[in-house]
């Protein structure tokens, strides 16, 4: 009974941090329709600047929650005004840009911060579980993952900002008739989703260290997700951590970490052959 509840912890862990490492990069995706080739790196700048900001003595929770998706959100909107604006609408484009922009930010963070791993403590220590331990910080973010997820809903939902941001997405010309600023609210969009990648790799930060090419191990996963919940931002992106989630952590259990995401990754050639256009694409359509 104590492994399966750790192996239930494990498996809520994937799919949280899947959700997580994804729902930046689906809200750029699968709002503004841009295929952000750096996501992998705001990921990484996320994890660095929670680092750097404890090392000069900030609260480790300040820089991961607050710290951490400020400065990639600003990163995220200065990307947004001085490159991806000029290129709506010009796919191919775009994800030329961005594949140069995070090899950009790869060599930049290289000259400053080296080529080897640096990482912080994580923080809380572990839990007995019977004859098992777990880490409690591993709970904490499933916790602020399943936090995030709603108040992204409710934002997105419930709010003006979200209207506005939804309705210029669909409509670009009727909400500038109605006295929006599209500009304006693809800016502030794209750096929602930057932000979003700031925080989820600084929470990632504590688990796995951070170095400049961290973001490739992140960037595969994030695209399988998004493209396999399918148009629906918030479920989609769910339900696919959800199911890519549990098979990666049920795989890895009985096999290897290696094969592990190999099974994943064939699970979502699987999914994306059934149902081109994802899972919301065929389930869940009214859902946000």
Same mark, same amino acid.
Do not use: C
């Given at each position: 009974?104590?492994?399966?509840?750790?192996?239930?912890?494990?498996?809520?862990?994937?799919?949280?941090?899947?959700?997580?490492?994804?729902?930046?990069?689906?809200?750029?995706?699968?709002?503004?329709?841009? *295929?952000?080739?750096?996501?992998?790196?705001?990921?990484?700048?996320?994890?660095?600047?929670? *680092?750097?900001?404890?090392?000069?003595?900030?609260?480790?929770? $300040?820089?991961?929650?607050?710290?951490?998706?400020?400065?990639?959100? %600003?990163?995220?909107?200065?990307?947004?005004? /001085?490159?991806?604006?000029?290129?709506?609408?010009?796919?191919?484009?775009?994800?030329?840009? !961005?594949?140069?922009?995070?090899?950009? =930010?790869?060599?930049?963070?290289?000259?400053?911060?080296?080529? !080897?791993?640096?990482? @912080?403590?994580?923080?809380?220590?572990?839990?007995?579980?019977?004859?098992?331990?777990?880490? @409690?910080?591993? =709970?904490?973010?499933?916790?602020?993952?399943? #936090?995030?997820?709603?108040?992204?809903?409710?934002? =997105?939902?419930?709010?003006?900002?979200?209207?506005? %941001?939804?309705?210029?997405?669909?409509?670009?010309?009727?909400?500038?008739?109605?006295?929006?600023?599209?500009?304006?609210?693809?800016?502030?969009?794209?750096?929602?989703?930057?932000?979003?990648?700031?925080?989820?790799?600084?929470? @990632?930060?504590?688990?796995?260290?951070?170095?400049?090419?961290?973001? $490739?191990?992140? *960037?595969?996963?994030?695209?399988?997700?998004? $493209?396999?919940?399918?148009?629906?931002?918030?479920?989609?992106?769910?339900?696919? %951590?959800?199911?890519?989630?549990?098979?990666?952590? #049920?795989?890895?259990?009985?096999? /290897?970490?290696?094969?592990?995401?190999?099974?994943?990754?064939?699970?979502? @050639?699987?999914? $994306?052959?059934?149902?081109?256009?994802?899972?919301?694409?065929?389930?869940?359509?009214?859902?946000?």
């Amino acid at each position: 009974m104590d492994l399966v509840l750790v192996l239930v912890i494990q498996v809520l862990f994937a799919m949280a941090s899947l959700a997580l490492i994804s729902v930046g990069l689906a809200v750029i995706f699968g709002m503004m329709r841009v *295929i952000n080739l750096a996501h992998g790196e705001f990921l990484m700048l996320g994890g660095y600047s929670a *680092i750097v900001a404890n090392q000069h003595g900030v609260n480790l929770w $300040i820089a991961m929650l607050v710290v951490a998706p400020i400065v990639v959100g %600003a990163i995220g909107v200065l990307v947004e005004r /001085t490159l991806i604006r000029f290129l709506y609408g010009r796919m191919i484009d775009t994800m030329l840009a !961005t594949w140069g922009l995070s090899l950009f =930010l790869i060599g930049l963070v290289t000259g400053i911060f080296g080529n !080897t791993t640096v990482g @912080i403590s994580a923080p809380l220590g572990g839990m007995a579980i019977g004859n098992y331990r777990t880490s @409690i910080y591993g =709970l904490v973010v499933i916790a602020i993952t399943v #936090v995030l997820l709603v108040a992204i809903y409710l934002v =997105l939902r419930h709010t003006r900002l979200g209207l506005f %941001a939804r309705g210029t997405m669909q409509n670009p010309n009727m909400a500038a008739a109605l006295g929006l600023s599209p500009p304006r609210v693809y800016a502030v969009t794209f750096g929602v989703g930057a932000a979003l990648s700031g925080l989820a790799g600084a929470l @990632i930060a504590p688990i796995s260290g951070v170095f400049p090419t961290i973001g $490739i191990a992140y *960037i595969a996963k994030a695209f399988i997700t998004v $493209i396999g919940g399918g148009a629906a931002i918030l479920s989609g992106t769910v339900t696919a %951590a959800a199911l890519f989630g549990a098979i990666q952590e #049920v795989a890895t259990y009985f096999t /290897t970490p290696v094969f592990g995401v190999v099974i994943t990754l064939a699970a979502a @050639i699987v999914l $994306i052959r059934l149902l081109p256009q994802g899972i919301t694409g065929r389930f869940l359509k009214r859902w946000l």
